[in-house]
């Protein structure tokens, strides 16, 4: 018992140990961002990602033998993607390739769109994949015809990366359609066009992340393109192993939150609302903005006693979205809180800002987010989750117990409004929403979930492509 005793003491303290190395690595991150920035907070470029994208890590050999993955191991894959950025398609299909090497599979990565000059973000995802042993080819030539010729699998991630299967394959494509997975992460009206989908009803399946984009897909591509869907399934999507360890760790998360406050400005009691999206209409960054300006009258109209509140937006970059971006900063100087609201740049690690605040909004428009990494992201931190009645949210956030929703829309600005003052009033109702979320991310929405269900739909397209293209080998 005492050699038991002490090795089992000994793995505690390296797991320890890495996971401060994990924490010091994220937060020399973010404060690289945060050196970038101006003093002025509203003067700040901003950024920010949805998704974070790691290795799958196993704790010993009885975790890795039972991998629901494990089948893939020595299959050859072939990742498509239409373009390679800190947007959350790229990265969610980034994490896909780590845990089929997590497995022994072999995979390669192709990104159809790419910029014609050298792009720092591009070149650095890239080499970590290169790192994890994902081989990295050229969008066309023959080594991509052969390897997708080859291949026991094919995803296709996003509807637009569907302009690859012609663009290349050419007269192979129906050689290939019968392997074929097509990852729909779009929710949008202007991705529905027929040169991309034409071949969607010919594949082996569609892996859509919510029940509501499924059917979205289902109905719009029958009466607006005359084409059906193939067989379609639903992955809800499940947070990383390295996420869920710092969000567990108490230490972890008191040393990235005062380091972030301390960046930002804010003291420790101050209340922190965020909306953590890369910066664009479509996400409601604006809306969120007018809805938090209001919150603060409200309180101001009615004497209420709150902590000093501040609203964080995490996603924003001046150099794609110049206009937007001038449109709501413009609004913030209009107001005069700019001391109340700060712009951060765009990271690929959101660890550090779920721990630093105490309410994450999720105001994405028109038809919502397809599923919303970030918002089981931040109720693995324990934080409730203010979010727009629309998309895939609502398959997320149980209304009136992790969170509270409101209608998308200017419509959604006054309830918005008066959910952030309800949230400031009330510590304990926080607190509770913030347990109850958590705990609704232990019971379905973790890797291992993830893995389950990708895992059962894999199968199904393998057998699919075994009694479609018996001789699918060279």
């Not at 389950?452 to 075994?466: F, G, H, M, S, T």
Request: charged residues 20%; hydrophobic residues 40%; contains cysteine.
């Amino acid at each position: 018992m005492g050699k038991q005793s002490s090795a089992w003491i000994t793995m505690q303290k390296k797991k320890r140990w890495q996971l401060m190395i994990l924490v010091l690595f994220t937060l020399s991150t973010a404060m690289l961002f945060f050196i970038r920035s101006t003093a002025n907070s509203c003067n700040t470029s901003s950024i920010t990602t949805k998704t974070t994208t790691t290795a799958t890590h196993f704790n010993s050999d009885e975790e890795k033998a039972s991998n629901p993955l494990n089948f893939m191991k020595s299959k050859l894959v072939l990742l498509v993607s239409h373009e390679l950025s800190l947007s959350g398609g790229p990265l969610l299909l980034m994490e896909l390739a780590f845990l089929l090497r997590g497995v022994g599979a072999e995979v390669v990565w192709i990104t159809n769109q790419k910029p014609n000059e050298p792009d720092e973000v591009i070149y650095s995802l890239e080499h970590k994949m290169l790192d994890r042993g994902v081989q990295v080819l050229s969008a066309k030539g023959e080594k991509a015809i052969n390897t997708a010729l080859n291949a026991d699998l094919v995803v296709l991630n996003t509807a637009v990366a569907g302009k690859w299967l012609d663009g290349v394959l050419k007269d192979k494509v129906s050689q290939v359609l019968p392997k074929v997975l097509w990852w729909i992460h779009e929710m949008r009206g202007h991705y529905f066009k027929l040169e991309y989908v034409k071949h969607l009803p010919f594949v082996a399946g569609a892996m859509i992340d919510s029940y509501t984009t499924a059917e979205y897909w289902k109905n719009r591509t029958r009466e607006r393109l005359g084409i059906r869907m193939p067989e379609t399934y639903v992955v809800h999507l499940g947070n990383s192993k390295d996420l869920m360890d710092i969000a567990e760790d108490s230490v972890a998360r008191r040393v990235l939150r005062e380091h972030v406050r301390e960046s930002l400005g804010v003291r420790d009691d101050d209340l922190l609302f965020a909306i953590i999206n890369s910066v664009s209409r479509g996400k409601g960054q604006d809306l969120f903005l007018h809805s938090f300006y209001e919150s603060l009258q409200l309180i101001r109209e009615k004497k209420l006693q709150v902590p000093s509140m501040h609203a964080v937006v995490v996603g924003s970059d001046m150099n794609a979205q110049t206009k937007f971006e001038t449109e709501i900063r413009n609004f913030v100087a209009e107001k005069k809180i700019q001391d109340h609201v700060h712009f951060v740049n765009k990271t690929l690690t959101v660890g550090p800002y779920l721990a630093s605040i105490d309410v994450l909004v999720q105001n994405s428009q028109a038809r919502g987010e397809c599923f919303g990494r970030i918002t089981i992201e931040a109720m693995a931190f324990q934080l409730p989750v203010l979010g727009t009645a629309a998309g895939g949210t609502m398959e997320i956030v149980v209304n009136g117990t992790t969170g509270l929703l409101h209608p998308a829309g200017k419509e959604g600005v006054t309830p918005l409004a008066n959910n952030i003052v309800k949230l400031a009033t009330h510590v304990e109702r926080r607190l509770t929403m913030g347990k109850k979320g958590y705990e609704r991310v232990k019971d379905r929405f973790l890797e291992h979930h993830m893995s389950q269900r990708i895992a059962l739909v894999l199968k199904e397209v393998l057998q699919y492509a075994k009694i479609h293209q018996p001789q699918s080998h060279s």
